[in-house]
């Protein structure tokens, strides 16, 4: 069983950063895709980024040129870096590994909270 453990949520004000962390207990990290999403109370959850096994990277235009996602197959973390935060960013956010059509696992969720 995958264990995802997320870390580095917490409360800022517009205008500011946060590093969002995911650590993966998965052998064979570097052959799983990694996904962050999102999901504010009231609302659906949303597919906010992406990073393939080689490093291609994909992002919501909602955070488009603010968040950056990064993985670091040495350490089995994915990783983002959120900048220029915005309140509308309010949301639980959850790491989620796939692999194939039957390795999916998900993190607890990490809370953010943008204040104006």
């Known amino acids: 069983q995958v264990q995802l453990v997320e870390s580095g949520g917490g409360s800022v004000q517009a205008g500011g950063s946060l590093r969002l962390s995911c650590a993966a207990s998965a052998s064979g990290f570097s052959g799983y895709t990694a996904y962050w999403h999102r999901q504010a109370p009231g609302k659906q959850r949303e597919l906010v980024a992406t990073?393939?096994?080689?490093?291609?990277?994909k992002y919501a235009d909602s955070v488009k040129g603010r968040f950056t996602i990064s993985r670091d197959n040495a350490k089995n973390t994915v990783s983002l870096q959120m900048n220029s935060l915005k309140t509308e960013d309010t949301a639980a956010y959850y790491c989620n590994l796939k692999r194939g059509f039957t390795a999916n696992y998900w993190g607890q969720g990490t809370q953010v909270t943008v204040s104006s």
């Open positions: 990073i393939s096994t080689v490093g291609i990277t």
